[in-house]
Nanobody
């Protein structure tokens, strides 16, 4: 059974940085893609960033491009989301998710409806 456990959320001020971690367990993740999503109060869950486990190819939402960076550590089975220049509109619960890609292992793009497993989330609050 795949388990995803997020950590690293917290309360920060606008302009600060945070690094979220997602510890993945339960299997090897070859040919999988990992994604970060977020859900702000009263809004739908949205895509933030994703990465392929094999090659580390990445994909970002326009709203975070240039400020956030996703990476993975294969030895630790952990995916990270480095968030810089945080804004109040980045306030949300951040979720890690995993999707088996099989023959499309090279494609990092992820969607909310396409993920196989989800973590429980970690809250991020950015004050102005």
């Amino acid at each position: 059974q795949v388990q995803l456990v997020e950590s690293g959320g917290g309360l920060v001020q606008a302009g600060d940085s945070l690094r979220l971690s997602c510890a993945a367990s339960g299997r090897t993740f070859t040919n999988w893609a990992m994604g970060w999503f977020r859900q702000a109060p009263g809004k739908e869950r949205e895509f933030v960033a994703s990465i392929t486990w094999n090659l580390g190819s990445t994909f970002y939402a326009d709203s975070v491009k240039g400020r956030f960076a996703i990476s993975r550590d294969n030895d630790k089975n952990t995916v990270y989301l480095q968030m810089n220049s945080l804004k109040p509109e980045d306030t949300a619960v951040y979720y890690c998710a995993a999707d088996y890609r099989g023959s499309s292992w090279y494609n990092p793009q992820c969607t909310v409806d396409g993920m196989d497993y989800w973590g429980k989330g970690t809250p991020v609050t950015v004050s102005s």
